[in-house]
């Protein structure tokens, strides 16, 4: 699990349209934005992904202006949720690996009934310094109980104003 203030493990993904995102490569003003999704058989994880696709702008405002949205989903499923979902701004990266998963810290969960994969993560968001260690983390066991986005801007901003380190290190 990756513990604030040290490095996170790799993250290199496909994403729907073309291209990869590698999280060694990015290079944000401040943080940059993992958000891990259940998949697109997931209706909470459709809303969480929607809000913020349309936060981008926000979250660039107070530096971080790096984002993903990525799940273990296999392409068609990954780009079914961008097209179903209307996202348009924030990439979306699939076929996230079960070990991945797992360096991550994620829980990871199977199928219970039809139109799910056979196994998951569940939602995790990341936010991560432009040196590759983590600042905060937020790991859920099921698809309820995530942070509201629009309050992580707000954090987030807070944050920046004050200078607060990142905690939970030990």
Request: charge should be negative; proline fraction near 8%.
């Amino acid at each position: 699990m990756p513990i604030p203030r040290q490095p996170v493990p790799a993250l290199d993904v496909p994403l729907v349209g073309g291209g990869r995102w590698v999280l060694a490569d990015q290079r944000p003003d401040r943080f940059s934005l993992v958000v891990f999704y259940r998949g697109v058989h997931c209706p909470m994880c459709r809303a969480h992904v929607t809000e913020l696709d349309g936060l981008i702008d926000e979250f660039a405002a107070v530096g971080v202006d790096r984002v993903l949205a990525v799940s273990g989903d296999d392409e068609d499923r990954a780009r079914r949720a961008v097209e179903e979902w209307g996202i348009s701004r924030v990439p979306i990266g699939y076929g996230l690996s079960l070990a991945s998963m797992r360096e991550w810290g994620l829980y990871v969960s199977k199928a219970i009934k039809e139109g799910q994969p056979n196994e998951f993560s569940e939602p995790g968001l990341f936010l991560v310094r432009p040196d590759g260690t983590l600042y905060a983390a937020v790991q859920t066991t099921m698809p309820f109980l995530r942070p509201h986005l629009d309050e992580v801007v707000e954090t987030v901003r807070w944050i920046n104003e004050n200078d607060y380190p990142a905690r939970g290190e030990l």
